[in-house]
């Protein structure tokens, strides 16, 4: 093996020569470790895809500068990732995981690299000239989270990977616990969110009584799915970070409320694909995930509401650490303009 660092990645973020030892202790193609290059992602954790022994990798590990829950963050996407190969969900395929952060410094896993494309950033000519594709893509990546949904989860071993019990009843007191954390941040003077209690109250009014556990990505806007080059398909839904077990309709809720409609702010999120638009209605969207789901869909209303104050709250996090100077004030103002559209939405659903 050759002992020399690429030099398109430093070695305080990824030490090929750990990292080569390791993956011979695995029984992986031995040989150089070639092409090494940093792929940027839609969160602050890092990619960097190599090859290796004539194969090709994606190793995957927390941000530079650890965050507390970093390494269990990727110890849980590993161990989900693995259970999912196999079941037919478009998801990357973990080739071999290191849970053992004293090997490199943090946890990591190495995965196929997938070939397709993110919509954030790039729309080839096929998907970019043809709104009935982009339609489609809209529908594949509800398919993709409604087959997600429908997996035995205790079957895939993954009982412990969330608590399902009372998941739809602490979503409201969760979150706003969250937004009230943010006032630790030095110059922030608060929420100024129009409705945030209003939607609080509703949501707990007509919180629906019944529903059933399942896997949940989490965080499934169409930024976070890559998709084929040669068609409107799911390639594989990537940025596991927030999944857990719980009621897969927060999924479609997300879906629809992140649903890029051109000319808003939200769209951007959603970059080259949400500035072209042609995307299914909600209604479509709905409708198409009946086709893969049992689930009793008559609530999608209130899991949209509820997909809006989780996400805007969230974003809401970056426009605060703003203000202390922990965020650029550029991307603070941009997330709180989304956050006061995603409010804004959910007061409309709620007419």
């Known amino acids: 093996m050759s002992e020399v660092q690429p030099a398109a990645v430093a070695r305080d973020v990824v030490d090929f020569a750990v990292v080569g030892k390791w993956m011979d202790e695995q029984g992986l193609p031995g040989g150089e470790i070639e092409d090494a290059t ?3 992602g839609g969160t602050q954790n890092i990619m960097v895809r190599f090859a290796r022994g004539g194969r090709e990798y994606v190793l995957r590990r927390g941000p530079k500068h650890l965050r507390p829950k970093s390494n269990e963050v990727i110890r849980r996407e590993s161990r989900l990732l693995g259970a999912l190969d196999g079941t037919g969900v478009r998801a990357p395929r973990v080739i071999a995981a290191c849970p053992d952060e004293s090997v490199l ?28 594709v982009r339609r489609q893509m809209g529908l594949s990546a509800v398919e993709a989270i409604a087959r997600l949904g429908m997996l035995d989860y205790q079957a895939l071993g993954l009982a412990d990977y969330g608590k399902p019990a009372g998941f739809l009843e602490r979503q409201v007191p969760r979150w706003l616990g969250e937004l009230e954390s943010y006032g630790s941040n030095e110059g922030y003077p608060g929420p100024e969110i129009p ?28 930024a ?35 649903r890029p409609e051109p000319g808003t702010t939200g769209a951007a999120l959603v970059g080259k694909l949400g500035a072209a638009g042609g ?25 949209t509401v509820l997909a809006c104050f989780k996400l805007g709250i969230v974003l809401e996090g970056t426009h605060a650490r703003a203000f202390a100077g922990k965020a ?11 956050t006061l559209e995603l409010f804004e939405r959910a007061r409309r659903l709620m007419e």
């Open 38 to 40: 940093s792929l940027g």
């Open 105 to 132: 410094g943090a946890v990591f896993y190495l995965m196929e690299p997938i070939h397709g494309f993110n919509p954030q950033t790039e729309l080839p000519a096929l998907h970019a000239g043809d709104a009935e």
């Open 195 to 222: 409705g945030v209690e209003r939607v609080g109250e509703w949501l707990d009014r007509n919180r629906p009584a019944q529903w059933r556990p399942g896997i949940l990505h989490g965080d499934c806007h169409l």
């Open 224 to 258: 976070n799915i890559m998709f084929t080059y040669d068609g409107p398909e799911v390639a594989a839904m990537v940025d596991w970070e927030m999944s857990t077990i719980g009621d897969p309709l927060l999924d479609l809720g997300w879906q629809i409320a992140t």
């Open 279 to 303: 995307l299914p209605t909600a209604e479509e969207m709905v409708a198409h995930y009946g086709l893969f789901s049992d689930r009793d869909l008559s609530a999608v209303t209130w899991y």
């Open 328 to 338: 650029p004030k550029q991307v603070g103002d941009f997330l709180h303009a989304i």
